[in-house]
């Protein structure tokens, strides 16, 4: 291991933390509010913390996996445990663990929270916060890395350690210029969805909190009521398209650009999420009828709303899902095991996967039927290697694992087991409320110390997709040779 290489990369994206804290802190200042003294401090302590790891040198500039994997799970505690500051030293979140879980829920594009009025934050912080779910949407290490490639030689590592799904590419030949272009495409679908939610009626201000959580399917709201207390359909149904969308592989967008239409419709993952959507709204719309009078119409809206918010981990909320028949919560708790595509801003264990599995199933019970027969497990029409095969079942044991683990953990607390159960699902696949007393109207709050930790590590371990803060662990990836 180079540590020091590892240390260089984490200056920098500090480094880039304390720019992008500079929005909120101009938004204290024109409010002149109280929160502006925080976010001097948190701005100065992350720049010099910055300054001083990138002044590390290392004679060897290339990166490796175990560099790549290890930058990565340090920068995103790094920035965890700073980000945290103007929560805590502005007095808005007392507690540090609250702060940083806070801030975690931020940049993991959880949105699970422990602020139970929400409504009485500065609008500093309030930017601050739901700023994370932006930053952590798309991944500020793939933003750093259009700056790295001359520091460091093989910056596709921090790539696949920070992208969500089992194998991200290349889009053009130079990694750098794949990160501007995954960013570009990211920031122009932002400020589209601003714009429309703003003309739907929406202030301006609150269409970039909103924005914000939506792009990175987050869910970080400014309002009790979430979306809901706008009472609006218009944006309701943008929100809601802009969740699906965003749930995307963005790869697709890339061939939308370049006018390959073929490759979308061609997408097995793609066909894969539009069906499970589908079929969701469908099943939920028909089972929750009774709860909107019979009226079509708003049950269709609040439930697209819903399947959207849940299947992306976005975890916005126009009605209490708590109160729908116990066939619509298992239909929902179903889709926060699923999750987005792999390459989107979503969580979960990603579409890609579940069709690896369930491809793999079906295999296995044609190969046992005919034993000689030669067969390969193939998505778009390309033939899976046993790496991704292995990789695949590996991650799916260890988010087994993770979340049996958990629970048990967590119900020391003596919550409820379906509050228990949803607080884990909801953690470690970054969706943010679940049910019960952690459910869309509820909180984290009222969990204990240990069980806060855990939820905190079970969110890093979901973004990261568990391998890349796992092998920390491993005394094997800090020898030298």
């Known amino acids: 291991m180079n540590v020091k290489i590892v240390l260089k990369v984490l200056g920098i994206v500090l480094f880039w933390e304390a720019v992008l804290m500079v929005p909120s802190l101009l938004i204290s200042v024109l409010d002149n509010s109280s929160e502006t003294k925080a976010f001097i401090i948190a701005i100065t302590i992350t720049v010099l913390t910055g300054f001083i790891l990138t002044r590390f040198k290392t004679n060897r500039t290339e990166m490796r996996k175990r560099e790549g994997f290890a930058a990565v799970a340090l920068s995103w505690l790094a920035m965890s445990l700073l980000g945290a500051l103007p929560f805590y030293l502005s007095g808005s979140i007392p507690s540090y663990i609250d702060a940083l879980f806070e801030t975690v829920s931020g940049f993991t594009t959880t949105g699970s929270s422990i602020v139970r009025n929400i409504e009485i934050m500065p609008r500093g912080l309030l930017f601050w916060r739901s ?26 590592f921090l790539m696949r350690a920070e992208s969500p799904g089992p194998s991200p590419g290349k889009l053009v030949p130079k ?47 400014m309002d009790a009521l979430s979306v809901g207390a706008y009472n609006n359909p218009w944006i309701e149904w943008i929100i809601t398209i802009g969740m699906f969308l965003f749930g995307v592989n963005f790869t697709l967008y890339f061939f939308i650009i370049k006018g390959d239409w073929k490759n979308i419709f061609k997408n097995e993952e793609f066909r894969l999420y539009v069906f499970y959507v589908l079929l969701a709204i469908f099943a939920v719309v028909i089972n929750s009828m009774l709860k909107f009078n019979n009226n079509f119409g708003e049950a269709l809206r609040h439930t697209a709303f819903t399947v959207s918010s849940l299947v992306t981990t976005t975890g916005y909320a126009t009605t209490d899902y708590n109160l729908w028949p116990m066939f619509s919560k298992s239909v929902l708790l179903t889709l926060m095991f699923f999750g987005a595509c792999a390459g989107s801003t979503g969580g979960g264990i990603k579409s890609i996967r579940v069709l690896v599995l369930f491809k793999s199933f079906f295999y296995e019970i044609k190969h046992t039927i005919h034993p000689k027969s030669v067969q390969k497990i193939k998505v778009d029409g390309k033939s899976i290697d046993e790496d991704t095969l292995k990789s695949i079942m590996i991650f799916f044991f260890a988010y087994i694992v993770i979340i049996i683990f958990s629970v048990i953990i967590v119900a020391l607390d003596n919550f409820d087991f379906m509050t228990s159960f ?7 696949s970054n969706i943010g409320p679940g049910f019960e007393v952690v459910g869309p109207m509820g909180s984290f709050a009222d969990f204990s110390v240990l069980s806060k930790i855990t939820l905190i590590s079970n969110m890093i371990l979901g973004r990261l997709e568990i391998i890349p803060v796992i092998i920390l662990f491993s005394p094997e990836i800090w020898k030298k040779n």
């Open 175 to 221: 990694i750098g210029e794949s990160s501007k272009i995954l960013y570009i495409i990211y920031a122009v679908m932002t400020a589209i969805l601003i714009i429309l939610l703003v003309i739907a009626g929406m202030p301006v201000f609150n269409s970039f909190i909103y924005a914000f959580g939506t792009a990175g399917t987050g869910g970080f709201a």
């Open 422 to 428: 949803s607080a884990v699902i909801a953690t470690i």
């Open 131 to 156: 700023f994370t779910h932006w930053i952590g949407g798309m991944g500020v290490l793939v933003f750093t890395m259009a700056f790295l490639p001359s520091i460091v030689g093989r910056p596709v």
